[in-house]
């Protein structure tokens, strides 16, 4: 370990239920490792205002079933200037911060690494966003509780959706990345999902109508994810509308629900071993990867690969949905 006595942690971008479970778990395990730990408040913004202070042990007492995060995050344009950054590395010297741990999605590791680059600061990240859109982990911090309010939401509209034989347009979050919508599907027995992974090979609604759906159901449930690629659910209904106007349809937009509430065991558990992952990659002088979970096994990505490798979406899900929809 490259003397390292003090770390810091952050969250950034958007929020996810599980973040506040890492903040704890970063913490407890840097403490019980006799680390000192400081968290920095609203993201890379925290770092370049010098909204910092020192975590102890009960800082993070009762923390682990909140959803959102105790410190707070955001999105900082000065963070993505060099002079941002050298404000920001200031600071972090000043308080005495020999590393940092970033909780976040892409846009948040992206920051991460040019930091580290810039400066030669030891830095680590957890993947936190309710996406799953990130490289070399099964699964992302939040993406099972989002997953689990999706189906909450969809039994709710199945109810309605049956009783007036209606054809609903689902939509929900992922950005550019279709994990949501696709096991969101399956999950909830829903007749389609609409991803951008498949967006250039097919018309996704065509092959939807045309799969004959009203062959043996009165009512049906497609989950879009949100995206420019999909152009979103009411793009959908428009064209239905258009289209097929023997259809009556309906669109429900799930939108930040998706980001609150308390974290399911899994997301509890993954943000646990992540975090207390993180301490252990420091101790062994790793630096600049984002720590995963593959095949229930501890990973260190490098954040090069995380960032930038698209996780693929297995085909063999897609003809689950589309077997098993009929
Ligand atoms: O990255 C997570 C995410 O929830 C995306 O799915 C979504 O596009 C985006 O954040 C919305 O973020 P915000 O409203 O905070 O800008």
Do not use: W
Not at 72 to 97: H, L
Not at 301 to 322: G, H
């Amino acid at each position: 370990m490259a003397n390292i006595k003090c770390i810091g942690i952050l969250t950034s971008g958007g929020d996810a239920p599980g973040m506040n479970a890492a903040i704890r778990a970063v913490t407890r395990a840097a403490i019980y490792n006799g680390l000192g730990v400081k968290g920095i408040y609203r993201g890379y913004k925290g770092l370049v205002t010098g909204e910092i202070s020192e975590f102890r042990s009960q800082n993070v007492s009762n923390i682990i079933q909140l959803g959102g995060t105790i410190l707070k995050t955001a999105r900082c344009k000065e963070f993505m200037t060099p002079e941002g950054r050298q404000i920001a590395y200031d600071n972090m010297k000043k308080e005495g911060i020999d590393a940092l741990v970033i909780i976040g999605g892409d846009g948040s590791l992206t920051g991460a690494r040019i930091f580290a680059e810039e400066f030669d600061v030891p830095c680590i990240g957890l993947p936190g966003t309710i996406d799953n859109d990130l490289y070399g982990t099964d699964t992302t911090i939040g993406y099972d509780t989002a997953l689990n309010t999706i189906l909450e939401a969809v039994d709710k509209i199945r109810d309605t959706a049956t009783s007036h034989e209606r054809l609903f347009f689902v939509e929900v979050m992922g950005r550019d990345a279709g994990f949501l919508a696709l096991n969101g599907a399956i999950a909830s027995g829903a007749e389609a999902a609409i991803i951008p992974e498949l967006d250039t090979e097919v018309d996704q609604l065509e092959e939807f109508i045309k799969n004959g759906f009203r062959k043996s159901k009165n009512s049906s449930i497609v989950i879009v994810a949100e995206s420019g690629l999909t152009g979103g659910a009411m793009h959908y209904a428009d064209r239905v509308k258009n289209e097929y106007p023997e259809y009556d349809v309906r669109v429900t937009i799930l939108g930040h629900v998706q980001r609150g509430g308390s974290p399911t065991a899994h997301d509890r558990i993954l943000a646990s071993r992540l975090g207390a992952a993180a301490i252990d990659a420091i101790m062994e002088g790793q630096r600049n990867v984002m720590i995963g979970i593959e095949n229930d096994e501890v990973v260190y990505v490098p954040f090069t690969k995380a960032i930038k490798n698209n996780k693929p979406i297995k085909l063999e899900l897609v003809n689950v949905l589309r077997e098993l929809s009929i």
